[in-house]
């Protein structure tokens, strides 16, 4: 059965490039073999921690509380709305990553995700932070 | 058991000679106005310019007609093509038994336990968010279908608990009754919708040139005229909010019946309950409710938790679905068994005493005890398992203690990826790499082990069952390799063999030794 609705073919907010899945214990995310750059859907960090068993509540926060601010680089891969800017702090650091406005999900630019596991690492969500230093495990390094 | 159907078919029958007779008084209110009006302001020759019972009468009948004719179309579709055109908007796709065994297995499992004697055939839709519903006009054709979200989270019992409330709600004969009803409540809303629209868009106007030009000369008729036009739109206004609380006042009490269903089928409440709880835990941005996805009003009847809830305010009345934290609490506090009594016992317990969920015969036609089961023991992961979504932690250490999803989830994000012509890289570190169809780049580095791998290598995952079967389906498929230099070469063909090129290798074409397939070799 033919879907009603294509979707339009996902590319990557910062370069345009394409982008593949990737897929490791059944969690999704979404690289640009370009530029490096990663793409979180909305839902998928709660399901980490749901698998991990810990509270997601202070990680999702922080992403939630994170300042929506200045239009961001491209637009999202979902829904082709343009990315906003956004800050999120732990415990005095700050990381700026681009967010959907429609809440898809986050682009984490090269190297932005290590910092994004380095912030969050020691806090009570540590287990989903060392979820994507080990799915990421060479990238990361 | 078999009281609670026939209760429920009495209880349908009901509902339904009153929406049809809110369908044809609406007819027949919005016809006289019709008529009314248009015979009350095209007649000016005629001096008496009123409006006659005759004109009442004809216009009233045609509208009553009319009506029955739109609502005889919308079943006729609905029977005969229904089920495809909800599930092709929701964006779903059937699965069989070689695409997602667990998931299929689970549906059949539960489908003999209600004793249906066939297997509901079973739909994968695209969504984050987890939930399922039942659709189909009766036990032998009806269709489960599940999100890729629901398969995402859920593990087996879960699952297992999900698929026994809508194979409950399939054996009761819910999902026929709400087809018909849905129907019925879809003809009213389209009725009144087309009424109140060519009034605000067309009427207005002509309305002001007859007030203008003509009022004066008729008087009483006109003003007669306006005021059916009033009364019928104030019809078309309220019938579909009343046809919509006929409709989910039925809706409510099948979920408790459908839970106790799902109680016994599975003998394990607890899964349906945490299940519930997990599907009902909000996301942090409640996407449904931010609108233009694609679980429209429509299905919300049909699943299992309301997928809408949090855009109205008002509960009870105008929830499709009763309260979840009832639901769960009701099936958490079984203690004694898994039957129909246990279930009565516990919806007694928690909403008080005079409150009653199931009909005495039912209780007493139920026979021996249920017992409540053990918690199934936490998958097993086996070596080599296709598509086990946790399958690939085990291959490294697994630092996090994870508790795996069910296996399900894996084969859900195949085939999904299949559907948006995704294909497939499976890394030996257990990573997956999903890549689109025109991929151009001639290396794919793994991000967790850093493998390379050759995308040309990439297994379609669309075609994935049907080429195990028979290989090279398209033979005539562009098939292209890039040289990376001048040197001695080995590529892999998509049936798996290895092919060589030598440095005095010029050629445009070589072909696969295996399965004979014409691969175009371009310069590096």
């Known amino acids: 059965m ?126 989903v932070a060392q979820f994507f230093a080990e799915m990421l495990h060479d990238d990361l390094a | 058991m078999w009281e609670a159907i026939i209760q429920n078919r009495r209880k349908a029958r009901l509902i339904f000679v009153l929406m049809g007779l809110l369908l044809l008084v609406l007819g027949a209110v919005i016809g006289m106005a019709v008529s009314a009006y248009f015979g009350a302001s095209f007649d000016s020759a005629d001096s008496r310019g009123s409006v006659t019972l005759e004109m009442l009468l004809y216009g009233g009948g045609y509208g009553a007609v009319g009506a029955a004719i739109v609502w005889l179309i ?45 297997p509901p055939r079973v739909f994968i839709l695209d969504d984050p968010l987890p939930n399922a519903f039942a659709v189909g006009r009766n036990p032998e054709k009806a269709v489960v279908a599940v999100t890729s979200g629901l398969l995402r989270r859920m593990n087996r019992d879960e ?145 299992t938790v309301n997928p809408l809830a949090g855009r109205s305010r008002l509960k009870g009345w105008f929830s499709t679905h009763p309260p979840t934290e009832v639901r769960v609490q009701v099936l958490r506090s079984m203690a004694g068994g898994a039957g129909y009594a246990d279930y009565e016992a516990a919806y007694q317990n928690v909403l008080g005493q005079g409150s009653h969920c199931l009909g005495k015969r039912t209780l007493s036609e139920e026979g021996s005890a249920v017992q409540i089961r053990q918690a199934s023991p936490p998958e097993q992961k086996s070596p080599g398992a296709v598509g086990a979504a946790g399958g690939a932690a085990g291959v490294l250490t697994d630092p996090l203690g994870m508790q795996q999803s069910s296996g399900a989830a894996g084969e859900a994000l195949d085939i999904l990826g299949g559907l948006s012509g995704l294909r497939l890289i499976q890394c030996t570190c257990g990573m997956k790499m999903k890549i689109p169809e025109h991929f151009e780049k001639p290396v794919v580095k793994c991000p967790r082990c850093g493998k390379q791998h050759n995308p040309v290598m990439a297994q379609s995952l669309e075609k994935k069952v049907e080429s195990d079967v028979e290989e090279s389906a398209n033979p005539k498929a562009p098939f292209r390799y890039q040289r990376k230099g001048k040197g001695w070469e080995t590529f892999h063909c998509s049936c798996g063999q290895a092919l060589n090129l030598s440095p005095k290798f010029q050629g445009r074409f070589i072909r696969c030794s295996k399965c004979r397939k014409k691969i175009e070799v371009m310069e590096g």
Not at chain 1, 100 to 108: A, L, N, T
Not at chain 2, 85 to 98: P, W
Not at chain 2, 265 to 271: D, I, K, S, V
Request: aromatic content about 6%.
């Open chain 2, 74 to 118: 919308m079943t006729v579709v609905a029977v005969t093509r229904g089920e495809k055109i909800l599930l092709a908007t929701a964006g779903g796709r059937e699965v069989t038994h070689s695409d997602a065994p667990q998931l299929v297995n689970v549906v059949e499992e539960m489908a003999i336990a209600a004793n249906l004697g066939t």
């Open chain 1, 2 to 127: 033919m879907p009603f609705f294509h979707r339009p073919e996902p590319v990557c907010p910062a370069c345009g490039g394409d982008l593949i899945v990737l897929e490791w214990a059944g969690v999704e995310m979404d690289l640009c073999v370009d530029c490096g750059g990663l793409w979180l859907d909305d839902g998928e960090l709660e399901l980490i921690a749901e698998m991990a068993g810990v509270d997601a509540g202070g990680l999702t926060d922080a992403l939630n509380r994170g300042e929506v601010g200045a239009q961001g680089q491209g637009r999202c891969p979902r829904c082709a709305r343009k990315l906003r800017k956004m800050v999120v702090r732990e415990e005095g650091e700050a990381l700026e990553l681009d967010a959907c406005p429609k809440g898809d999900g986050f682009w984490f630019d090269r190297g932005e995700m290590r910092c994004f596991v380095s912030l969050f690492e020691k806090g009570e969500a540590g287990a």
């Open chain 2, 159 to 303: 699952l297992q608990g999900v698929i026994a409330h809508e194979i409950g709600h399939i054996k009761n004969l819910d999902v026929r009754f709400m087809t018909y009803a849905a129907v019925m409540v879809a003809s009213i809303a389209l009725i009144s919708e087309v009424f109140l629209r060519s009034i605000l868009y067309t009427g207005g106007s002509r309305r002001r040139r007859y007030s203008s030009s003509s009022s004066s000369r008729k008087g009483g008729g006109g003003g007669a005229a306006l005021a059916l036009v009033a009364v019928a739109m104030v019809f078309a206004a309220l019938a579909p909010v009343v046809a919509h609380l006929l409709y989910l006042a039925c809706s409510r009490k099948r979920e408790y019946l459908a839970d106790a269903s799902a109680a016994r089928f599975t003998r394990y409440p607890q899964g349906l309950a945490s299940a519930l709880e997990k599907i009902a835990r909000p996301f942090k941005r409640n996407r449904m409710a931010s609108g233009g996805d694609r679980s429209s009003k429509t299905l919300a009847p049909l699943c």
